[in-house]
């Protein structure tokens, strides 16, 4: 299975952008998906996540209200909506699949076993 990630770009403060990760190439039937992020300099980070079965989410206390993970199970689409984004949100958004994450996991880069290749987000005026 491989992951596909896009919508990144440049954006204003206080845009928004809705980043997809299209999962293609075999049978797939996680029980999490996750977005993570990269910024120049700094370390992986969570940002949020959502159970295949049952549509649980998890955000991080910094994006908060401003972002929404959502499923298109038939498209095998899971999506990130983001807005009033901020300079400080610029990094590379990656997406990824988990077949074993658990609430308490559900923040760990470890509980993901495959990755996307990262899209873009700039934040800038």
């Known amino acids: 299975v491989q992951l596909q990630a896009s919508g990144g770009g440049l954006v204003q403060p206080g845009g928004s952008l809705r980043l997809s990760c299209a999962a293609s190439g075999g049978t797939f039937r996680p029980n999490a998906m996750g977005w993570f992020r990269q910024a120049p300099g700094k370390a992986r980070e969570f940002v949020a996540a959502?159970?295949?079965?049952?549509?649980?989410?998890y955000y991080t206390d910094s994006m908060k209200g401003r972002i929404t993970i959502s499923i298109d199970k038939p498209k095998y689409t899971v999506y990130l909506q983001m807005n009033n984004l901020k300079p400080e949100d610029t990094a590379v958004y990656y997406c990824?699949?988990?077949?074993?994450?658990?609430?308490?996991?559900?923040?760990?880069?470890?509980?993901?076993?495959?990755w996307g290749q990262g899209t873009l987000v700039t934040v800038s005026s």
């Open positions: 990824a699949s988990s077949n074993g994450a658990i609430t308490s996991t559900m923040r760990l880069s470890q509980s993901y076993g495959t």
């Open positions: 959502i159970k295949w079965n049952g549509g649980s989410t």
